[in-house]
């Protein structure tokens, strides 16, 4: 099973970027989906991005982020990305990373049972 470290997270300015990175340890990083969440003061966990095992051939994102945030994963380095621009206060948030095995569906939450301990992202106004 990886264990999973997220980095990254920062204040920024409204319309700023930042790209999140999330490193696993263990030889089986291939093996799985990868996905961000997010939870944002008072709100319920949410579904960000999330990318296949292997190659990556797939991803989903939230509709909210689509066109603003791209996810990416590079295996040699156990690390998985999520590049953010356009960034608005509404996306302020820890975010989490999390680990699904291979052949799951990636919007199906339940799958990802390894999760790392999350980086705030502060976007002001």
């Known amino acids: 099973q990886v264990q999973l470290v997220e980095s990254g997270g920062g204040l920024v300015q409204a319309g700023g970027s930042l790209r999140l990175s999330c490193t696993a340890s263990?030889?089986?990083?291939?093996?799985?989906?990868m996905a961000w969440y997010r939870q944002g003061p008072g709100a319920e966990r949410e579904f960000v991005a999330a990318?296949?095992?292997?190659?990556?051939?797939?991803?989903a994102y939230t509709d909210s982020v689509k066109g603003r945030f791209t996810i990416s994963r590079d295996n040699a380095k156990n690390t998985m990305y999520l590049e953010m621009n356009s960034l608005q206060p509404e996306d302020t948030a820890v975010y989490s990373c999390a680990a699904a095995r291979g052949g799951s569906a990636l919007r199906y939450t339940p799958a990802y049972d390894t999760w790392g301990q999350g980086t705030q992202v502060t976007v002001s106004p």
């Open positions: 990318i296949s095992w292997s190659s990556g051939a797939s991803t």
């Open positions: 263990g030889r089986t990083f291939g093996s799985y989906n």
